[in-house]
């Protein structure tokens, strides 16, 4: 079946412009996660749904990040007016169960 | 607070070595373990996971034992392939209490296997 998919790939952008990163999880999965890859940083926790449940925001690095997550499905990450050290990996999880996460391939960010 | 250490890489080894990257972890409550997978180019792959004490997880070779007296989850194969050049995370998760269950990732360890 299909998994979890992001888009875009990559995105390349100028310091100071909002972004919107958005993640499609797998059909029937309550969870849903956001995490950042990068190089100084290492994998970091941003964000966390689950079902109706008032996400988790507490892995947010400051408040120009946010994120929503429409009808129980597709997640949308926003970070405006990006600076050079948002530039990472941003990976999205989803979960059937407490235990396992299933990763997309990523949304490669870039601020010049 | 919980965190995970794993070592450092890169681990140089020619095919059919034995592999052992080791990763230990601090957290209160009782986490689950788990080791990832990111081959070149491409995301996250699960690996094995163990939920509870003496659980050993298995997949493709690789095998990990949950040892709580040493707090430790040791990745292990007996014979590595060149296919298994990536880079390797292991992580926990933490449910005690309704937890996020957010995984703590270690800083990834670097295989790189010569034919």
């Known amino acids: 079946g299909a998994g979890v998919s992001q888009s875009p790939s990559n995105k390349v952008t100028e310091k100071g412009k909002d972004v919107e990163l958005r993640c499609d999880p797998i059909?029937?999965?309550?969870?849903l996660y956001w995490y950042r890859q990068s190089l100084g940083q290492g994998l970091e926790f941003l964000i966390y749904?689950?079902?109706?449940?008032?996400?988790?925001k507490s892995g947010l690095p400051s408040d120009r990040f946010s994120a929503e997550r429409t009808g129980g499905s597709v997640s949308t990450l926003t970070i405006q007016r990006t600076q050079q050290e948002d530039s990472a990996v941003y990976l999205c999880?989803?979960?059937?169960?407490?235990?396992?996460?299933?990763f997309g391939p990523g949304t490669r960010l870039t601020v010049t | 607070g919980n965190s995970v250490t794993q070592m450092e890489g890169p681990v140089t080894l020619s095919e059919e070595a034995f592999l052992t990257i080791n990763c230990t972890y601090t957290?209160?409550?009782?986490?689950?373990l788990f080791w990832y997978v990111q081959y070149p180019g491409e995301g996250l792959q699960l690996l094995l996971k163990?939920?509870?004490?003496?659980d050993k997880g298995s997949n493709k070779g690789f095998e990990a034992t949950y040892r709580k007296e040493t707090t430790s989850f040791h990745l292990e194969k007996g014979s590595v392939q060149v296919s298994d050049s990536a880079v390797y995370f292991c992580?926990?998760?933490?449910?005690?209490?309704?937890?996020?269950?957010?995984?703590?990732f270690g800083t990834g360890t670097l295989l790189a296997v010569q034919p």
């Open positions: 999880a989803s979960s059937p169960a407490p235990y396992e996460q299933y």
């Open positions: 059909s029937g999965h309550t969870a």
């Open positions: 749904f689950q079902g109706n449940s008032a996400p988790d």
């Open positions: 957290a209160t409550g009782y986490p689950s």
């Open positions: 163990a939920t509870k004490a003496d």
């Open positions: 992580a926990l998760s933490d449910l005690n209490g309704g937890a996020t269950n957010k995984l703590i």
